[in-house]
């Protein structure tokens, strides 16, 4: 019955002129071609009208453009268009809505744009009126009184009910290219699949059509026809009507190219639009002659030093970017605008794959130190080492570009595919906090990942889950997927369960800007509207470099045990710099002397850092240092500990603010007030319990400057009831009262935070946070202590081997409350064995001793 009387208030201005019986027929008609999926008969008398309809829906419902999402939508678009300009939509509508502003009746305000048609037959394509004609000031003035809002005059200069459908066809046609066009955009370079495994790549424009606007199609007769475009398309530029023909080419252009754009899942309008434009607004995408001759550049620099490494370390595993050498001009595109747009600080965490470029090329650390590590050379300072391609790096250099300075660190990582997304998160964050970066417009992160493991790890779920939380948002992160269509040995089609490797993102409303990597145009525009996306909402963004690997796994692998189909295409492959730089000689950007100069001048300085490499003699572990502790060790022992007492008086002052109720009128739990009762009766008997003592020893270190983060789940209340370091108002919602925030006007800040429920990502993501400055106290606490081996990889990898591997400190402290309290064999022991044995350089000697490890 809804859809029924929806059905026909929509339609009711459209034949209220008609006679009662004409109008019934047409009704009738409509209706029983299916307008709205049901069955039965509809009759009318004036204005009145009754429904016996059935509700048995067809698919044929859900594709009338009258009852879909998409009509309700546009109207109230629209509407939005006409409250802000109500010159910006047609005269129709803006006499439409400010008769229902005035208080027209449903029925009632529909005023019908002249038209040059005498009458219309019901069952063909109308000829569409020219919408460039000029309209009398009659046929478009709003009604200046009550009785311009009655019910038109029958009257034959009526536009036909066929033309509304096909305005409101194209309008679907077009939504559907903005929702589906990425399903058939040219994105393998190998033109093997689509990106989407589920989509079978078609080839011919007319099946790429059928995928995308199914059922919305217009005869070829209307090709010509002009229609006038929505608000919510921008493929139009300056103008507001197009043949129906140049529609077409230019949502093809925009969306079922080499850029297949994912965001009609954001539920945010303005984001939508913002997104639109950067994408459907006509030649947005050229660049100027010498941003081609810089994106030639820079790829010849991530060319040469693959073939380099390659020509001079044959056998050596390096993880090499053949197959998506574009990726080093797309970071730098990211860096480049994102320090136009104020970033002085960027955080980077990636896999294996690529990361000697990403050094040299994007960070520009020395190659001179990159080349070292192939000599096998035994470091001169403390570390074991680690292999080359997990290594990280932090030094500030000049923009070039931008001529302003950027501080730009790369995280070291383990073989654990993801494992340091958190890690890069909580970085990011800690160097924002101690900045007083609050909205995250001078540090960023970008996270690098392989596309079998963005889709199969769990910690990035984890981590794109920590996103928008208020204490462990960084304001967004840009996500680079290096999508070589393959995980190590297993096909797309049997490694994840999602259409794309990147659907994870969708969790987030984070937008998706799949791209053909052999198309390094497509790519800089992607990057560059990721970067300003970003930059203007704060929120993740993920770019999917849609790519190949010309390589197995690593260099010494052979890839056509597992892919031979695949790695036949790709040995025929024409390598992505030879491609573009024929496109430029073509276009008359560059000439042929001119590239071979430029790639002359890349060997040249590669070929003299190998020979400055052959006559180092040591290597330094310090060198590849993502977070140093400049000044901090001094003249310090490293066994002996500073002194940490307080005076008597400064522990009563804490403990008594600590058992003090709210100032004023907050009303606090009953039972929280027998809480701070005790707490205040131990105090007067100079005695102390845990929950206590906790916060005299949190107070005093905030006295002394040092700030205390205290992160985990249920951490503000505690998992057995005994913190309460935040006290909520029982009447009045989201007002709280810290009192560890209310000790000194000057005291450092505390922060005390619940954090979603994950052991893995939150360790991980604490853990970068204590990175960033050595004079903090950063806690992690685990609900019960058994918690923490969810999180075994975080202490494995990271907490327990860092210091040898990379020469990492951390200061943080992990809380595993545990005892046998009745609940069960887990949560009896937080397993202090486990860390012991980790923290044992010789398993087969017990330490003596002596004197020197005594603690003063």
């Given amino acids: 019955m809804l859809q029924a ?370 000599s096998g050379l035994e470091p001169a300072d403390e570390g074991s080492g680690d292999v080359k391609y997990h290594l990280g790096m932090s030094h500030e250099r000049l923009n070039r570009m931008t001529n302003k300075n950027i501080k730009l660190a790369v995280v070291a990582n383990p073989s654990h595919l993801e494992a340091v997304d958190p890690v ?100 800089v525009h992607v990057c560059n509207v990721a970067a300003e996306w970003r930059a203007k909402y704060g929120k993740d963004v993920v770019v999917d470099l849609v790519c190949y690997r010309r390589n197995g796994h690593n260099e010494i692998d052979e890839p056509m045990f597992t892919q031979p189909l695949m790695y036949t295409k790709i040995r025929k492959q024409i390598p992505v710099l030879d491609q573009y730089t024929k496109k430029l000689v073509d276009e008359g950007v560059v000439t042929e002397k001119e590239i071979e100069e430029e790639k002359e001048r890349y060997e040249s300085i590669l070929l003299e850092a190998y020979h400055n490499a052959e006559k180092e003699s040591k290597t330094y572990n310090k060198d590849w240092l993502d977070s140093p502790w400049s000044g901090f060790f001094g003249d310090r022992s490293p066994i002996k500990c500073d002194p940490t007492g307080v005076s008597e008086d400064i522990l009563k002052h804490i403990g008594n603010v600590f058992s003090s109720p709210p100032p004023g009128n907050f009303k606090i739990h009953p039972g929280i007030r027998r809480i701070l009762k005790s707490r205040m009766e131990m105090m007067e008997s100079r005695t102390v319990d845990w929950a206590l003592a906790e916060a005299m020893a949190y107070g005093s270190l905030l006295k002394e400057g040092v700030h205390v983060r205290l992160s985990g789940q249920d951490v503000e209340r505690g998992t057995f009831s005994h913190r309460h370091h935040v006290l909520h108002h029982q009447t009045i919602d989201k007002t709280t009262y810290r009192p560890l925030c209310q000790l000194w006007p000057d005291q450092a800040p505390y922060t005390v935070s619940n954090s979603s429920l994950s052991e893995y990502g939150v360790l991980g993501f604490e853990l970068g946070f204590s990175m960033t400055n050595p004079n903090a106290l950063v806690c992690w606490e685990a609900q019960f202590g058994d918690f923490f081996n969810t999180a075994q990889c975080i202490i494995d990898q990271f907490l327990s081997s860092g210091q040898a591997k990379w020469v990492r400190q951390s200061g943080l402290v992990l809380m595993l409350p545990h005892g046998m309290e009745g609940m069960g064999p887990e949560h009896s022991s937080g397993r202090p064995e486990r860390f012991l044995q980790l923290c044992s350089e010789d398993p087969d000697e017990f330490p003596v001793s002596m004197d020197l490890y005594s603690l003063l």
């Fill in 5 to 374: 009387r929806t059905f026909i208030t929509n339609l009711w201005p459209l034949v209220s002129h008609l006679p009662p019986v004409q109008r019934t027929q047409t009704l009738s008609i409509w209706i029983a071609k299916g307008r709205f999926g049901g069955s039965g008969t509809v009759n009318i008398t004036g204005g009145a009208y009754l429904s016996r309809v059935t509700r048995t829906f067809t698919a044929r419902a859900a594709q009338e453009p009258f009852l879909n999402g998409s009509s309700s939508v546009y109207v109230e678009e629209m509407y939005r268009a006409w409250l802000k300009d109500p010159q910006s939509v047609h005269k129709s509508w803006d006499v439409f809505f400010r008769s229902t502003t005035a208080g027209a009746e449903p029925g009632q305000a529909y005023q019908s744009p002249p038209t040059v048609m005498i009458s219309y037959p019901l069952t063909q394509h109308a000829v569409l009126p020219s919408l460039s004609q000029p309209q009398t000031a009659e046929a478009v003035a709003p009604p200046t009184s009550t009785a311009a809002l009655a019910p038109s005059e029958p009257d034959k200069r009526q536009v036909a009910p066929q033309d509304i459908e096909d305005h409101l066809t194209v309008q679907a046609i077009i939504r559907s290219y903005q929702v589906r066009g990425h399903l058939v955009a040219k994105l393998d370079p190998l033109s093997i699949t689509a990106a989407n495994k589920y989509t079978p790549f078609a080839k011919e424009s007319s099946g790429s059509l059928s995928v995308v606007v199914r059922s919305y199609k217009l005869e070829d007769k209307d090709m010509d026809r002009l229609f006038k475009l929505p608000p919510t398309t921008f493929i139009g530029g300056p103008d507001d009507v197009l043949p129906l023909r140049e529609i077409l080419h230019r949502l093809e252009d925009v969306y079922c190219q080499h850029i297949g754009v994912e965001y009609m899942f954001i539920n945010n309008l303005e984001q939508c639009n913002w997104i639109r434009q950067k994408f459907e607004t006509p030649q947005i995408m050229n660049l100027t002659k010498d941003q081609k001759r810089l994106l030639m550049a820079r790829l010849v620099r991530s060319t040469k030093i693959e073939e380099f490494l390659a020509k001079k370390w044959s056998s050596e595993k390096r993880f090499g970017l053949e197959g998506c050498e574009v990726l080093i001009p797309a970071m730098k595109t990211i860096i480049d605008r994102s320090s136009e747009l104020g970033i002085e600080s960027i955080v980077m965490g990636m896999p294996h794959r690529g990361r000697l470029n990403v050094l040299a090329n994007v960070c520009r650390k020395p190659l001179e130190q990159i080349l070292t590590q192939f």
């Fill in 424 to 523: 890069v998160q909580g970085k990011t964050r800690a160097e924002q906090f101690y900045r007083g970066d609050v909205q995250g417009k001078k540090v960023m992160s970008i996270l690098l990942h392989g596309d079998a493991a963005f889709a199969g790890q769990g910690i990035v779920y984890e981590t794109f889950h920590l996103s928008d939380l208020p204490d462990y948002s960084t304001h967004g992160t840009i996500h680079i997927v290096v999508n070589n269509q393959v995980g190590f040995t297993t096909d797309p089609r049997v490694a994840r369960s999602s259409p794309y490797c990147t659907d994870v993102a969708r969790v987030v409303n984070a937008p998706i800007f799949h791209v053909n990597s052999d198309d390094p145009e497509a790519v």
